[in-house]
């Protein structure tokens, strides 16, 4: 098999939400689920997040990762059951960070106080969206 042949076979699957609430549903459904069956995945195109929060966040991250380690690390928490609300991954024991940070809103509830001033305001309203991505996705699924 040549090799381009073999990379269109090789491909995500992409789903198009573009007019989810109309009649491309069944199309979209049916997209879902063959994707799902087929990749156990897909990637996921016009779903409602607009592009400037998703720079806006991208941005604000950056931000967190270039204040000092000192303020960062203060950031690092765990909450009663052990799940972390904010992390900054490290490969080694002493802290040295790298450009991942994680957030983890159990059930969706945000905790602002939680995270970081630089990126609080982004964060909540990206959360927003992914939100309502997630009841948009359960419908169709």
């Known amino acids: 098999m040549d ?3 073999a990379a269109a076979h090789l491909q995500i699957p992409e789903i198009d939400l573009k007019g989810f609430e109309s009649e491309r549903i069944r199309e979209i459904v049916h997209a879902i689920r063959d994707a799902a069956q087929t990749w156990g995945f897909f990637r996921i195109v016009n779903h409602g997040v607009p592009v400037p929060t998703m720079e806006n966040m991208i941005d604000t991250t950056r931000q967190f990762h270039e204040q000092p380690q000192d303020v960062k690390k203060a950031r690092y928490s765990r909450n009663e059951s052990g799940q972390r609300l904010i992390d900054s991954y490290t490969n080694i024991k002493a802290a040295a960070w790298r450009d991942t940070l994680a957030l983890e809103f159990p059930d969706g509830d945000i905790n ?3 995270i970081s001033q630089v990126c609080r305001k982004a964060t909540s309203e990206y959360m927003k969206h992914l939100l ?3 009841e948009t996705l359960s419908e169709l699924i």
């Open 112 to 114: 602002e106080q939680a």
């Open 3 to 5: 090799a381009t042949l």
């Open 132 to 134: 309502q991505l997630k």
